[in-house]
Structures are given as C-alpha cells and as structure tokens.
C-alpha cells in the first residue's frame, strides 16, 4: 500500500475526538480528522437521501463521513476538485474539476457507496450551484465579465478563509473599515450592470437552456429540496439597494419577488428554503442594524410569519431542523452587521408564536404578518473563533446533530454539537 493511503487510511481510523462544551453543556464532536477540512455552504445539501453520510471537502479530495460512527472515508482523490452538493434522490456526490484557469468547468457523479465516478456535463462559461430534487437539472449562473470585487486584486490573494481582501477610501482619503469598504465594492459591481443569466443544464442531454437573463447581479441559485422545477435566486449588492429575494420556475415562468422593502434601511437576505420547500425563510432587519427577525414566506399561500431575535443572538445563517419544530443560528462577532457585544455562540431556538390577546382576534388578521419570538439555547462556545470562517450550521437528518465549521482550536475543522444536552456527571 502506497504510504499516502497508509495516512489516509490512519487519518480515517482514527476516533473522533469529542468533548462537554464547559459553558453550554452540549456534546461537540471534532468529526474532521485533518486540518482544513470544510463543510458545504448552510443551504447546500450534503447528506445522503437516507441520512446515513454526509460528504466533506478535505484537502486531498472528497470524503465521506458515517454519521452514526462519525469515521472518515476518502471518496474522490485529486487535488483542486470543487465539492458542489449530493443528491436528493441517488446516493450521489457532485464535483467540479478544469484541466487549467479559463478551461471549461467538468462536472462529475460519485457514488457515495463504491467511488465510481462519471462525467456528466461540461460548463464552458459560468459556474453551476445547485441540482433539482430529482437529479435531472442543473443550475448555473453566468457572467460576461468575472472581475474581482476588489480593483487590483488576483485570483489567489483572499485571505484563508476564502475571502476577498476589501479596501476603499472616503473622500478625503480616510480608509473605510473592512465592512464599509465590501459595501462600496458591492455597489460598485452591482452598478457595473454586468449581463448575466441563470441557466440549466439537462444531466441527460446537456442541453444549455436560460431561465433568466438580467444586467442586475444575480446570486445565491438555489433548486427547492422538492420541488424539481421551483428555483430560487437573489439580486445581489447592498442589501438595502435591491430587491433581494425571486423565485422562479425553470421553465422561466412564475417570476416572483418574495419580500419587498417598506422602508428605508430595510434588508433581507441569506433566503433558504425548509426542508419541505414549502416557505422560504431569511433574515430581515427594520432597519439594518436596529431591530431583527428570521421571517419566513409560504410559497403557495403568500402568509408571512416573522419571529423576533435578539440582537446577541442574530446570526449570520439561520437553519431550520427536519422536522420544522426549531431553527438554529450561528451567531456573530461584535464588527458584523448586528454589532452584538455577546454574540459568538452557535444558538439553538424554539420558535413561539404570539398569540391574540384573551384570545380576541381582530377581523382580518389572517391576512397580516404573523409575530413570533425565539426561545434560545447556546449550543457552542464561539467566543474564541474567528468569524472569518462562516460556521454555516446544518442539521443532520435525523436532527440530532448540527454540523458547523469552526477554527476555535486553531485549525479549520468540521465539527457537529448534539441538539439534546448531555447527560450531567
């Protein structure tokens, strides 16, 4: 055996190292084995139709980790290959490879279980973000121009975390905070009116066919978990600029903008669908910065429900469980947009509607917003990681677990905290 995969195979025997969270209780488990491993994004899928594996990013490849013996098996070796999402319906994780810098993208199959891999379509402009809950389209989006927000910088300069390195100056010469400065960069893309179209690739054919063409910038394409033709999309920029939340159907039909601003400073973004992908659900603040809530919107009835948070316990994603009974949040450090002093926690929450009162309803109010509150429960002590580094929590399938990226050891690892407090000593 080759002495790589004697690592490798050593790397994946090795027990997962797990721990009491001191402050909260929880049992937090560290279920990547090496350093800079990274789970996908909160809204992409990563975990098998049965809920049994979820698949990682590791540095030599894709691998996949048991979720009931948390051990780590190498899927697909290589480097520079892009993990994208697994599928809804197959045993199946999709990645991305190209031969060089401006050759076209290839798009590969794996079969979680035997590693066999296969072609499946080739993206020649653009970038593909998701799949349809039956594996039968895929979702891209394309740019004319792919400058870097950043004048000046390269494709290599972000920093560790994957980030672009913001700068600008006020006019007089001042230079703006990092926050500040991604604003101006922000708007300065959204005002470059770039042509750009949101596409589907057949898995079948290969057939190329655009659901939407804008100069807006569009952003964050994402299919429904069920629903196989239900797309939803963002315009991307200052959030208090645009018109952030769409959905679309793939036929291009069903044009929808899902939450409009009523006043100045509002935003709302960071959508995702529940996994029914009946409601879409997303951070809204009125206005940014003041007064916050995770709101959500059902698809076929239109009714909006909106459940306050805490300024402490904003969070960058919002996630929701399985079976739709809780939501959990990934909190912030003090220079993000809610400014919490003591918000650096993973948040686990009940939501609690607020009921009318003496149980007098007032005519119409079916046709209102519906107010709830969020009952909360740390999960994780984050006060020593760098939020840099997006936790992007998700909930297993079996709602047990919540999987999270976090560097508070130094190191970027993967790691998953149990929902039910552990047992007291």
């Not at 939407?212 to 208090?240: K, R, V």
Request: one cysteine or more; aromatic letters at 10%.
């Amino acid at each position: 055996m080759a002495a790589s995969l004697l690592v490798a195979s050593a790397a994946a025997a090795d027990p997962a190292a797990q721990w009491v969270d001191s402050l909260t209780g929880h049992k937090v488990i560290r279920i990547s084995r090496e350093a800079d491993s990274a789970s996908l994004y909160f809204h992409q899928n990563s975990y098998t139709p049965q809920g049994d594996k979820m698949v990682i990013s590791v540095p030599g490849g894709i691998s996949v980790i048991d979720l009931k013996s948390w051990e780590v098996t190498p899927l697909v070796k290589g480097k520079g290959l892009i993990l994208l999402f697994t599928g809804r319906k197959t045993r199946t994780a999709y990645y991305q490879t190209r031969a060089g810098e401006g050759k076209p993208w290839s798009i590969h199959a794996a079969d979680i279980d035997t590693g066999k891999t296969r072609k499946i379509a080739e993206i020649k402009e653009g970038f593909i973000g998701s799949i349809n809950a039956d594996e039968t389209l895929l979702l891209g989006q394309w740019a004319e121009t792919d400058k870097p927000l950043q004048p000046g910088a390269k494709p290599g300069d972000n920093n560790k975390f994957g980030q672009a390195q913001y700068a600008a100056n006020w006019p007089d010469g001042r230079p703006m905070t990092y926050a500040d400065a991604k604003e101006v960069r922000l708007n300065d893309r959204l005002e470059a009116k770039v042509p750009m179209e949101i596409f589907t690739i057949d898995v079948k054919t290969g057939a190329r066919k655009v659901v939407t063409a804008s100069t807006d910038w569009l952003n964050h394409i994402q299919f429904s978990p069920t629903d196989p033709q239900q797309i939803m999309y963002c315009h991307e920029g200052p959030w208090h600029k645009v018109d952030r939340i769409w959905t679309i159907r793939a036929d291009g039909t069903g044009k929808r903008l899902v939450h409009t601003r009523t006043m100045n400073m509002e935003i709302a973004g960071h959508e995702f669908f529940s996994p029914d992908g009946k409601t879409i659900w997303y951070d809204l603040q009125t206005p940014r910065g003041e007064v916050f809530w995770l709101a959500g919107y059902d698809l076929e009835t239109g009714k909006r429900r909106w459940y306050n948070v805490e300024r402490n316990e904003w969070s960058v994603h919002f996630n929701q469980s399985p079976d739709h009974k809780l939501f959990s949040g990934d909190g912030g450090d003090s220079e993000m947009v809610a400014h919490a002093p003591d918000g650096k926690y993973l948040y686990l929450f009940t939501p609690k509607a607020i009921p009318d009162v003496a149980g007098i309803h007032a005519p119409g109010a079916e046709n209102l917003i519906s107010p709830g509150t969020l009952d909360s429960e740390k999960l994780v002590d984050m006060r020593k990681h760098d939020y840099r580094l997006e936790p992007n929590m998700t909930f297993t399938p079996d709602g047990k677990w919540i999987v999270f990226r976090a560097n508070f050891e130094g190191a970027n690892h993967i790691y998953a905290v149990e929902v039910v407090k552990a047992p007291a000593k």
